[in-house]
């Protein structure tokens, strides 16, 4: 398919026609604060150009089901050791893997109110803007063009729900429920949409 365009860091990056239209990037004192707060639990920083993954985060990924592009992508990614303070200008959501609900329930207890945590499963989330998710990037593309759109929301996890509709909360609300990513679950939903 020809995609005009893609919605990436929790909504906070659109690019439309192979130009960045929107980008609001996490504040570089933020993103610094979470690592800190967090230094001890598994973390990488998700970017627009780079992402950087802590140790204790690489090892988690090689605990989990690593025979799928997810756990994959992670274990080759930079260490966080690596990162610059022109890379801090890019990050976009700070995924986090917990060791324990106390350890979560301590670090969310500091995260700053502009900023929001979203669960998934064993123990992990993501830390991004509060004012920013998929369903505001919806908005904010059928406003760029102007015109009214019928729009479709896919997805797999709690993030997804501000879309209107993975995890059993999120197939809930769903209409319909693909297969798998790893499966060409998108190939079987754009089909049944007739999007193509």
Same mark, same amino acid.
């Given at each position: ?11 906070s ?7 960045? $239209?929107?980008?609001?990037p ?5 993103? %610094? ?11 990488s ?13 690489r090892?988690?990924?090689? %605990? ?11 274990? *080759?990614?930079?260490?966080? *050791? ?11 959501? $700070? ?7 106390? %350890?979560?329930e ?25 004012? =920013?998710n ?10 760029? =063009? ?10 797999? *996890? ?8 993975? $995890? ?8 319909? $429920? ?8 998108? =190939? ?9």
């Amino acid at each position: 398919m020809n995609l005009d365009g893609y919605c990436f860091g929790a909504g906070s990056e659109i690019i439309i026609d192979n130009k960045q $239209v929107l980008f609001e990037p996490l504040k570089k004192r933020d993103t %610094q604060f979470i690592l800190h707060i967090a230094k001890d639990s598994g973390f990488s920083l998700e970017g627009s150009k780079m992402t950087f993954t802590s140790e204790k985060n690489r090892e988690r990924m090689r %605990q989990f089901n690593t025979d799928n592009r997810m756990g994959n992508r992670f274990l *080759s990614f930079p260490d966080i *050791s690596t990162i610059t303070d022109d890379d801090y200008n890019q990050v976009m959501k $700070v995924s986090i893997h917990f060791d324990s609900l106390s %350890q979560r329930e301590e670090i969310l207890r500091q995260i700053p109110k502009h900023l929001t945590f979203t669960n998934f499963l064993h123990l992990g989330g993501e830390i991004t803007h509060s004012e =920013y998710n998929k369903a505001t990037a919806i908005q904010f593309v059928k406003n760029y =063009y102007e015109e009214e759109y019928e729009t479709v929301a896919m997805g797999d *996890s709690e993030n997804d729900l501000p879309m209107g509709s993975g $995890v059993k909360r999120v197939k809930e609300k769903a209409d319909y $429920v693909t297969d798998k990513i790893d499966n060409d679950g998108l =190939y079987k939903a754009f089909k049944y949409l007739k999007l193509f």
